[in-house]
């Protein structure tokens, strides 16, 4: 059971993959290592649904997840932040708002939860997708340092 | 004095909590539903055509992407079918390893309806989120159960959506006991939870709602039927599977991209009500007990039985993967060799929502010529329809628009309809003017 999970919600198609691709560029820029074994983990997640299960255990969690808008490079989002719909279409139709709402509502999920959002275009081709991620590895590393940082303060205050 | 007439016009442009997309029109005038139309818009997903040309061993990987619910039972029907064309009989082991892959779809997709999707309806909720705060223990048991049949379906799929791990002719590989023995604790531990479950469904306050209606189910001499090579019905029928054709017809309306379905003409129903209602005395006797115990009775004609139905087959699913788990069955090579020819076999398991019927011809090489796929919810777009005209009659129509909209989609959520899976045809009937 690692404390803080970063979680890569997607699938292998196109823009939706970028989430995979952050996950799998971390992995290999070794971002575990630089913490006390044990403590953080990186995973890949299709369904949002699966989050509750994803989260379970842990006291910090990151969600890296395409965000809708080329213009927009690395955003971080609170849960609340997300737009919910309350009358949801389907199982498919469970996006991370909705699932992380629900979490919150069962009192489940970590005490620090963020979302970090990649903007992409969502016609991009699936090479275009992978260069942007890498483009943005370097923000998005900054932002995961950042908020593992603070949930580690807040940890010690308590 | 006179009196004007009520008229009355619901529409629901889109339902919510069904999978897939599609729309509810109903006209009432003085007290008479005149017009009812399901409306299933979602495009059509022509995957029979897609098939065509493309090598066997191809197949599995390709129908999973029918549905992201129920993937398992696309690719064990097509197996079966082919199997069948190739003369392949694949051996008794592997079929547990199959059934339990199966376990794990059952509960995941049966786990999810009943709590995310239909029990807000009768507890009066608009979401399962808003239930969550009344209800947290119910929906972390169902979320909990749905993770337990994701990760069986992990565990022989390599992944729980789309699985990659089944082929014609039995799995790529089977897990170590290394892998599977956390499984099986899991397992042992939500048999508790599981019978919770179906006192808790039998407890809510469903629509007593008694209607006739012809229930279809596989007959599976093994057992409880998730698997069968003849298909039953609670009106006489029993017939191979093969002979399907013979006696179900599908229809095209023009509202609709999915088909619907007819036994002799007339709408039935497919699914775990159906399945309880022909196969209950085939459930082990412990799940039958539980049965008992809730006060439900099965044959039951009230279609809101639906979500106990569900309930025990959460129940049986658990049972079931544990009994498979615990033995284990030994198998050497996980697969039996395929030697295609050209041929044609049909394949008929249930899907957690009712019986899913494949038809594959073959040529020499082993390519699909051919391929019909059946799914469960274009069977049940019929019965739904029947079922919202008299569950609507019941509930009477002189009351308010909201009123009369809600019971209508509860009546279509009770189904657990999958619109995406449905939506696979197209017929394209040309008229051509004389030249």
Redo the contacts between chains.
């Keep these: 059971m690692t404390a803080v999970r970063i979680i890569g919600v997607g699938s292998p198609q196109a823009a939706d993959s970028a989430g995979w691709i952050a996950i799998e560029a971390l992995e290999r820029q070794g971002l575990a290592a630089q913490y006390p074994a044990g403590m953080l983990s990186l995973r890949q997640c299709?369904?949002p649904?699966?989050l509750?299960?994803a989260l379970a255990g842990s006291q910090c969690g990151i969600i890296v997840d395409a965000l809708a808008g080329a213009a927009t490079p690395v955003l971080r989002l609170t849960p609340e932040q997300l737009q919910?719909r309350?009358?949801?279409?389907?199982?498919?139709g469970?996006g991370v708002g909705?699932a992380l709402?629900?979490i919150q509502?069962?009192?489940?999920g970590p005490a620090a939860l963020t979302v970090l959002g990649i903007g992409i275009d969502v016609q991009a081709a699936p090479a275009l997708v992978e260069q942007r991620v890498v483009e943005l590895l370097p923000v998005l590393s900054q932002c995961i340092v950042r908020i593992i940082a603070e949930y580690v303060a807040a940890a010690e205050q308590t | 004095m006179t009196e004007r007439k009520r008229e009355v016009r619901i529409q629901v442009p889109?339902?919510?909590?069904?999978?897939?997309?599609g729309a509810l029109d109903i006209a009432i005038h003085d007290q008479e539903i005149t017009e009812l139309r399901l409306r299933i818009f979602e495009p059509p997903r022509l995957f029979e055509k897609f098939l065509e040309g493309r090598d066997y061993q191809e197949v599995p990987d390709l129908v999973a992407r029918i549905c992201?619910?129920c993937p398992v039972a696309y690719q064990m029907s097509a197996a079966q079918a082919l199997e069948n064309a190739f003369a392949v009989k694949v051996p008794a082991a592997v079929h547990e390893w199959r059934r339990l892959f199966y376990c794990g779809e059952w509960l995941q997709s049966h786990a999810?309806h009943i709590h995310?999707?239909a029990a807000p309806d009768f507890l009066g909720f608009?979401?399962?989120?808003?239930m969550?705060?009344k209800y947290?223990d119910e929906?972390?048991r169902g979320?909990r159960l749905?993770?337990l049949g994701?990760d069986i379906m992990e565990l022989l799929g390599a992944?729980?959506?789309h699985p990659v791990g089944a082929r014609i002719g039995g799995f790529h590989s089977l897990p170590t006991a290394e892998k599977y023995a956390p499984l099986l604790q899991r397992l042992r531990d939500a048999h508790d939870e599981a019978r919770a479950l179906v006192l808790w469904t039998a407890g809510l306050p469903l629509p007593d709602d008694e209607q006739d209606f012809c229930s279809v189910a596989l007959h599976d001499r093994a057992g409880y039927g998730m698997y069968g090579d003849r298909l039953i019905s609670s009106e006489g029928l029993n017939i191979a599977i093969d002979e399907y054709p013979q006696h179900f017809s599908e229809f095209q309306v023009p509202y609709s991209t999915a088909l619907h379905g007819g036994l002799h003409g007339r709408p039935y129903l497919v699914g775990p009500l159906a399945r309880l209602n022909l196969n209950a005395a085939r459930l082990p006797r412990g799940v039958q007990e539980v049965i008992e115990a809730s006060g439900v009775c099965f044959p039951s004609r009230n279609m809101f039985h639906s979500i106990v139905a569900r309930a025990v087959e959460v129940l049986f699913a658990v049972q079931e993967a544990t009994r498979i788990l615990a033995a284990a069955p030994a198998v050497d090579v996980p697969y039996v060799e395929i030697r295609p020819r050209a041929g044609a076999g049909v394949g008929c398991t249930e899907a957690p929502r009712g019986i899913l019927w494949h038809r594959y011809e073959t040529g020499d090489d082993g390519r699909i010529r051919s391929a019909r796929i059946v799914p469960p919810t274009s069977q049940n777009q019929a019965r739904i329809e029947q079922d919202l005209r008299n569950a609507l009659q019941a509930f009477g129509l002189d009351r308010d628009e909201p009123a009369l909209r809600l019971h209508a989609e509860t009546v279509i959520r009770n189904y657990d309809p999958c619109i995406?899976c449905a939506t696979h045809f197209l017929r394209l009937n040309i008229k051509r003017s004389p030249t």
Excluded: K
């Design positions: 299709r369904a649904v699966h509750y299960q919910t309350s009358d949801l279409a389907s199982v498919h469970i909705e709402a629900l509502a069962l009192g489940s | 889109v339902l919510t909590r069904v999978e897939g997309e992201g619910i999810l995310l999707l608009n979401s399962v989120t808003e969550a705060g947290p929906v972390r979320l749905q993770t994701n992944r729980s959506v995406s």
